[in-house]
């Protein structure tokens, strides 16, 4: 069989030549019958090569029509499979969502009640976090198509640019290292959970975000220029923009996702 059911996060149909069968032993089911299958990984015999494939166990009944209808799949037939994992997701992101980007490895929410209590009756603040949602939403676009899968690649490359404080160098190694064979899913779930935090039904969750991203102590450690510049300033504009949509993709890709909904 070429597809099987990987039932982490909602259930995806995968393909076997993308399969990591280490990974995913005890996590893969067929598609039709639902009964547990195993990955029989390509090699060659009498010189010709074999495909990777999925494979029931001897016990099953009626392998072989699973197997045929399988192999009729369409591309409509994925794109259902794939609809309805996402669907999965979204119900329990809609839940969790703030409890789901507090594990992420970029930013400390432990302050938000402090700040909170800080904040309270500040107009000044107020005004900047309206702001602050403003400034996603008109980059939801951005955020998630072009942010998340270009910090996504620089984190899988270990580019010089991702900045890992020396006290969290463990826990991000285990983090890329439990990911590695997932990273497409999971940077897929990041989008998806991102572009859900950026809809309107997420306003009091990303309220709770911005008061820790938008809190001055916070924006002067990224630049300067956003506590001591006006905000009617064209470089404080630019400046808080980059310092939003940054933030916000640093977020939902360090946050293991596919752990969180298995």
Known sequence: MEYAI?????GELIAANKADYQDYY?????PECHEPVFLRQGHLRQEKRIK??????????????????????????????????RNQRLQKLNISMWKYVKTNMAVNFKVYNIVQSKAKNYQFFENLLDYGHST?????????????????EMMENKDDDIEVISESTDRFNKFMSELKSDWLLHEKIAQEAAELFLSPQMKEVRTRVLMILCYPNSMKLINNDLVELTMESEVWQQAFVAHLTNAIALIF???NWIQLLD
């Open 6 to 10: 990987l039932t982490k996060a909602g």
């Open 26 to 30: 005890g996590f893969l089911k067929c």
């Open 52 to 85: 990777a494939s999925f494979v029931h166990h001897k016990a099953v009944p009626e392998i072989s029509t699973c197997e045929l209808r399988i192999g009729k799949y369409s591309k409509e037939d994925i794109e259902t499979f794939a609809s309805k994992a």
């Open 136 to 152: 996603l939403i008109y980059n939801t676009e951005y955020i998630v198509y072009k942010m998340i899968p270009m910090i996504g």
């Open 253 to 255: 890709i360090s946050v």
